[in-house]
């Protein structure tokens, strides 16, 4: 199964020192799919029009609404205070992953 994950950020004068501070921790989570939970298609920070950061988003592969709540609650972001709530909307079984996935190969 696919889903759209979206986490809006907690504003404040010290999200951005503590976003930095998680962001290694954040990646590694990322990469690792959540220890196997999740794979990450592609995802991206969020950026409001004075360009700071007010979230992050992705598209994931898991197996099934658990598992990709599962991942986005133990990224470092969320258990560390950043994210003020995830949004996990399941795409449509016709969804063309193959589509972007090809983003995610390093070459």
Request: proline share 3%; hydrophobic share 45%; net charge neutral.
């Amino acid at each position: 199964m696919y889903f759209l994950m979206i986490c809006p950020h907690h504003s404040g004068a010290d999200i951005a020192a503590l976003r930095d501070s998680l962001r290694a921790a954040h990646r590694a989570w990322v990469a690792s799919g959540g220890d196997g939970l999740a794979i990450v298609l592609t995802g991206a920070a969020l950026w409001n029009e004075a360009g700071s950061g007010i979230g992050n988003f992705g598209i994931l592969r898991a197996k099934d609404e658990e598992s990709a709540r599962a991942f986005a609650m133990g990224d470092p972001f969320y258990k560390g205070g950043v994210v003020k709530r995830v949004e996990l909307t399941r795409l449509a079984d016709t969804f063309q992953a193959g589509r972007i996935d090809p983003l995610t190969q390093v070459i």
